[in-house]
């Protein structure tokens, strides 16, 4: 294992600062938060929230029991941006928290893991430190006394590894382990982590430079510790994975659980993306797991998967949204059962006017009777979030009572112009909670609403707003850190080179984006010393057309158009 430093920090070195005010002044993983849910209905969020006092992000800790934010907490470090990548809870309602800190010395992220005791309380901090970036992405709690994180640890511009850690309740390190595939050109990044007595499973996606193109890969621990099997999914075409789920827990140590897992998948060279749907399954003779089948779905547009369930009978729930002309997007729900059949397909479009409308689905839940929860956002209504049900066989008997419509109270504020998205959460008496997230550059906004489970409105939670910093995808320069900024060919086909002037040593990200603002490259992230800078990017199996170059520091931002014509 190569050279990284471990700190575990109890209260010293960190301000807790607390935040009981709106703020009026911003999937899985850019969204500003991340919220989870118990079988009381409690739910819990992370994210980042802007600290007005020093105008960087803290790692925001909430909790809403019964319509009331009964936690609001911020762990902030003083010396950058902050954020909460995942969250979980125990029986006791304290609560855990996964994400990255901002380290002044290397000029990158840390991994950090908290804990805050079930009065909201701090209880500690354990940080893994590299030299580069590094992040903590997903987090579960294995037992009473147990939880584990995975996410990533880097040693090169290009070289990142999956890091996974098993952690006591108390904060002490049991065990951790990095893996990858021993090439200085691969991003190797855990995005997901889930487990069952046993064993934990590990999802995330392996990034070559020389294919230009992520593989889904899965990794399984003993709870010990040792990496007991490794599987890659390689296919022509670039994934993503959007969610990892256990569909049928082993009760045997010898016997792996079976999982499913849903990705979005680019294609190289065109604007076309689907949905990719695989089984891992347990071979009892081999005593291997395996992928069973791999279902694509997907209409020569766009499809995109945002979330997935697993009923009591095994079966996957998976949606989304998928492009659906002339409607544009609509809701998409796909159910397949274990053997890899197509059960049902379910779109669902809003009425408006022309129906050209933008509807798409965030979030899925299934209750007790196997009935199918889905939450998302219509574009063009007033209402905004929607909330369909369906009945296990993908009817809709009761769509007249389920097809509601939220739109929380923001006085002038137009819902339109901010992106949306929403989580639904279950009781265990299968009463449905919708939160809704919005954001946009200036601003992050958290409202919900509780319904019974004929569709009665029960309570509505109260409107959180959170100033945020800009982040607008558009040509700025601040500052006179870099200069000279240029790349040569332009129009080039299929090589340029990217060249700058560093006036001053520190940490550099270079990115190359699409032209809908989707990075689709990074050339570098990582400390430079001052002096000229050059960066060669190779766009073959990328499509002609405009793209951008952003290169970031901590004191500017310079963005510039470059032309690939073949």
Not at 228 to 241: G, P, Q, V
């Amino acid at each position: 294992m190569r050279h990284k430093k471990i700190a575990h920090i109890m209260s010293v070195g960190f301000l807790c600062l607390i935040f009981n005010f709106p703020v009026l002044s911003q999937l899985q993983s850019d969204y500003p938060f991340k919220a989870k849910s118990d079988l009381n209905g409690n739910i819990y969020i992370t994210g980042e929230v802007l600290n007005s006092q020093n105008n960087t992000y803290d790692i925001l800790i909430q909790k809403i029991e019964a319509g009331v934010t009964v936690i609001n907490k911020t762990h902030s470090t003083p010396h950058g941006n902050d954020k909460g990548y995942d969250i979980e809870f125990d029986t006791e309602g304290n609560i855990y928290v996964v994400g990255s800190i901002y380290n002044n010395v290397t000029s990158s992220n840390d991994i950090i893991a908290l804990k805050y005791n079930a009065n909201g309380t701090y209880a500690w901090s354990f940080v893994v430190q590299s030299s580069l970036d590094d992040k903590g992405i997903s987090l579960t709690r294995i037992s009473e006394d147990y939880i584990a994180i995975c996410g990533y640890i880097s040693y090169q511009s290009n070289d990142k590894n999956f890091y996974t850690a098993v952690l006591s309740t108390n904060g002490v390190l049991q065990w951790e382990h990095e893996y990858g595939i021993n090439s200085l050109t691969n991003d190797d990044i855990a995005t997901h982590i889930t487990h069952d007595d046993y064993y934990i499973y590990v999802g995330g996606y392996s990034y070559t430079n020389n294919t230009y193109k992520n593989d889904l890969m899965f990794l399984t621990y003993s709870h010990s510790g040792t990496l007991d099997e490794y599987l890659k999914l390689e296919t022509e075409d670039n994934e993503k994975l959007t969610s990892f789920v256990i569909s049928e827990y082993s009760q045997d140590a010898v016997i792996k659980s079976n999982r499913y897992s849903t990705s979005e998948v680019d294609k190289p060279g065109t604007s076309v993306k689907y949905i990719m749907s695989a089984y891992i399954k347990f071979n009892s003779i081999t005593l291997t797991s395996e992928f069973d089948w791999v279902r694509i779905f997907g209409n020569s547009g766009v499809d995109i998967p945002t979330s997935a369930a697993v009923d009591s009978d095994h079966n996957l729930i998976v949606t989304g949204y998928s492009y659906n002309p002339p409607n544009n997007y609509d809701f998409v729900t796909l159910k397949y059962d274990k053997a890899g059949n197509d059960i049902w397909q379910n779109f669902y479009n809003v009425a408006y006017q022309s129906n050209n409308g933008i509807d798409k689905a965030s979030s899925v839940k299934i209750n007790n009777q196997n009935e199918i929860f889905v939450t998302g956002y219509s574009e063009f209504t007033q209402s905004q979030y929607v909330t369909i049900k369906y009945n296990p066989d993908g009817s809709q008997d009761n769509f007249e009572v389920w097809e509601k419509f939220y739109s929380p109270e923001l006085g002038n504020l137009n819902l339109r112009n901010l992106n949306k998205y929403s989580y639904c959460a279950l009781d265990s008496s299968g009463n449905p909670t919708i939160l809704a997230f919005a954001y946009n550059d200036s601003l992050d906004i958290i409202a919900g609403r509780k319904y019974s489970q004929i569709g009665n409105i029960a309570s509505t939670l109260p409107v959180k707003k959170y100033l945020r910093k800009s982040r607008k995808f558009t040509p700025v320069f601040s500052g006179n850190s870099i200069t000279n900024s240029n790349n040569f060919p332009n129009p080039f086909n299929p090589v340029t080179n990217i060249s700058f002037s560093l006036n001053e040593p520190g940490n550099v990200e270079v990115s190359i984006y699409d032209i809908t603002g989707k990075r689709i490259a990074n050339l570098y992230n990582g400390y430079l010393n001052s002096g000229q800078q050059s960066f060669r990017w190779n766009a073959f199996g990328y499509a002609s057309g405009i793209y951008f170059y952003i290169i970031r520091n901590n004191s500017a931002t310079i963005t510039k158009k470059i032309t690939l014509l073949k």
